[in-house]
C-alpha cells in the first residue's frame, strides 16, 4: 500500500464549476498535510496547508481532513482554465522528518 | 512565502561525469532539506533527508554513494550525482522546512539533468 494515494485523473471540469480532489494516507500519527500545485516543468507550489479536523478555507480553496478516515480533500470553486495543473498531496509522515508526495492528480478546466 | 533558490536550472552533462546542484534557502534557516526526483508524468519520489551538520538519510533503493548529499550550513544543502548515466536523467527538485517538523515544505525551482 503506497503511503499517499491520489486518482491519477484526469479529472475534467468547466469553467465555474467546483472541482474535487481525494487523498488518502496510510500513517495514521500523521498530523500535517498539504496540497501542492504543479504545472508541466515546473516546480511544486504550496496552496495550503492544514493540521487539524474539519474545513480550512483560503479564497477558492478549501481542504478538508478527516484524520479518522485518513483522508484529505481540495475542493476548487469556481475553476478556472489556470487551474489546470497536477495537484499533489503531501504529508509528513509521523514520527519521521519526510515529507511524502501521493502520485497527484491531473486537472483540467475547459472553458 | 520563504525562497528556495537551486541551482542550476538545467544541465546536460556527458555520460560518467559527475554533476553537482545546489539548493539554498535564501530568506531562512534550514535545518533540514529535502531531495525529491521526479521523472516525466511521475510523482515526486523522496531520495534522501539531509540534516545540517549530520549525514544524509537515504529512501530504500537510493544509492548515496551515487547521489552524494552535503550538507554543511543552514542555508545550503548540495547534491552530487557521480557517474551520471542516461537512466539519471531526472527533474531533481529541492526542498527546505523553515520551522518544526509540521512546517511547510518551500522547493526550489527544479534543475533538469539531462546526460547524454
Known amino acids: 500500500q503506497k503511503e499517499v494515494e491520489q486518482n491519477s485523473g484526469p479529472l475534467s471540469v468547466p469553467e465555474g464549476a467546483i472541482a474535487s480532489l481525494n487523498c488518502t494516507y496510510s500513517d495514521r500519527g500523521s498530523q500535517s498535510f498539504f496540497w501542492y500545485r504543479q504545472y508541466s516543468g515546473k516546480s511544486p507550489e504550496l496552496i495550503m496547508f492544514i493540521y487539524s479536523n474539519g474545513d480550512k478555507e483560503d479564497g477558492r480553496f478549501t481542504a478538508q481532513l478527516n484524520k479518522a478516515s485518513q483522508y484529505v480533500s481540495l475542493l476548487i470553486r469556481d475553476s478556472q482554465p489556470s487551474d489546470s495543473a497536477t495537484y499533489l498531496c503531501?504529508?509528513?509522515?509521523?514520527?519521521?522528518?519526510?515529507?511524502?508526495f501521493g502520485a497527484g492528480t491531473r486537472l483540467a478546466v475547459h472553458p | 512565502g520563504a525562497v528556495v533558490s537551486q541551482h542550476p536550472s538545467w544541465v546536460i552533462c556527458k555520460s560518467g561525469t559527475s554533476v553537482k546542484i545546489e539548493c539554498r534557502s535564501l530568506d531562512f534557516q534550514a535545518t533540514t532539506m529535502f531531495w525529491y526526483r521526479q521523472f516525466p508524468k511521475q510523482s515526486l519520489m523522496l531520495m534522501a533527508t539531509s540534516n545540517e551538520g549530520s549525514k544524509a538519510t537515504y529512501e530504500q533503493g537510493v544509492e548515496k554513494d551515487k547521489f552524494l548529499i552535503n550538507h554543511a550550513s543552514l542555508t545550503l544543502s548540495t547534491l552530487t550525482v557521480t557517474s551520471a548515466h542516461p537512466e539519471d536523467s531526472s527533474f531533481y527538485i529541492c526542498s527546505a522546512r523553515p520551522g518544526s517538523m509540521n512546517t511547510e515544505a518551500f522547493f526550489g525551482q527544479g534543475t533538469r539533468l539531462t546526460v547524454v
Open positions: 503531501a504529508v509528513i509522515s509521523g514520527g519521521y522528518n519526510k515529507l511524502i
